[in-house]
């Protein structure tokens, strides 16, 4: 299905913003964005689950709800996920993912098969 590929990752202070960014070379219907920091599990971060009426659900894990947004566009076919107010907490590997078909709140990895390479996103304090 292609490859996913991320951008916007980078290295910022505590209290700091970034916009991540994940291309997609197909329309998926499901989308999340996930983390992992090192010696941690993998995390589902976001996830924006679009339906064949085109209704779009959207699920935040509680450590980011109220900081980050994640958004499509659609025609673009590219996955945002926009970082507010970030802390050290945060820093950590991200990585898209997508899928033609949605499995629950899209916050859990095995919903996916198509992952991209990750970008690194570092947070000091």
């Known amino acids: 299905q292609g490859q996913l590929v991320e951008s916007g990752g980078g290295s910022v202070q505590a209290g700091g913003s970034l916009r991540l960014s994940c291309a997609s070379p197909y329309s998926a219907y ?16 976001a996830s924006s689950l679009r339906t064949s009426d085109n209704t779009v659900y959207i699920y935040y894990a509680d450590s980011v709800k109220g900081r980050f947004t994640i958004s499509r566009d659609n025609a673009k076919k590219t996955l945002y996920l926009q970082m507010n107010s970030l802390s050290p907490e945060d820093t950590g590997m991200y990585y898209c993912a997508a899928a033609s ?9 095995n919903a996916y098969n198509s992952w991209g390479q990750g970008t690194q996103v570092t947070v000091s304090s």
């Open 30 to 45: 499901c989308m999340g964005w996930f983390r992992q920091a090192p010696g941690k599990e993998r995390e589902g971060v």
């Open 101 to 109: 078909s949605c499995r629950g709140n899209g916050l859990i990895g």
